[in-house]
């Protein structure tokens, strides 16, 4: 089974990294990139399809540069489930705004298995599939967006202690940039 993973940050990013990624990277649409990317992993062969988007819940009206796309990515029939977050709020959760295309019990959206963690790392987020090889094709029979308790995830504490250093580290580093003052001309 071929496996394809799709990576997408919101163009915006370059509001918050403009001194770090000028003139070294270039954003463009979100939507217009997966719909780009799924479609070229489905040509490479890909089974499944999976987007890992910096991005939340937006069910307004697609804007060109719309920074919370998982509720559209959902819509792509080459996109088979989607991890997400950017908005730290917990997918599939009761407090997510009720909409006829998301359910929380099974954690979907437009059917595709989704999930988003909150926020520094207080939440574990997983997708899962039930597949069936028919005709030498995988076709997903179910599948669901989730939350695993903390306690449910296996981990060793080295590797526990490792992550927690690592989000310490860049909870002072984000805490630092925040606490720089800024001015207009920064963003023009």
Known sequence: MKIA?????PPQTMLFNKSKLENKIIFFDMLESANSAADKA??????????LSHSGIDVSPIEY??????YYLARNPNIDGILFGHTHEIF????TI???NINIESGKIFDKPAAQPGKWGESVSAI????????GQWLI???KGYQLEKSDVP?????IKSVLSCINDTEIDLKKDLDKEVSLDQFK
């Open 5 to 9: 993973y799709i990576g997408l940050v």
């Open 155 to 159: 981990a060793a504490e080295n590797t």
């Open 128 to 135: 899962t599939f039930n597949l069936e090889k028919k005709n």
């Open 98 to 100: 009720a909409h006829e």
């Open 42 to 51: 489905r040509k490479d062969g890909a089974d499944l399809v999976i987007a």
């Open 65 to 70: 540069g719309m920074e919370n796309v998982a």
């Open 92 to 95: 599939p959760s009761k407090k």
């Open 141 to 143: 029979k179910s599948s």
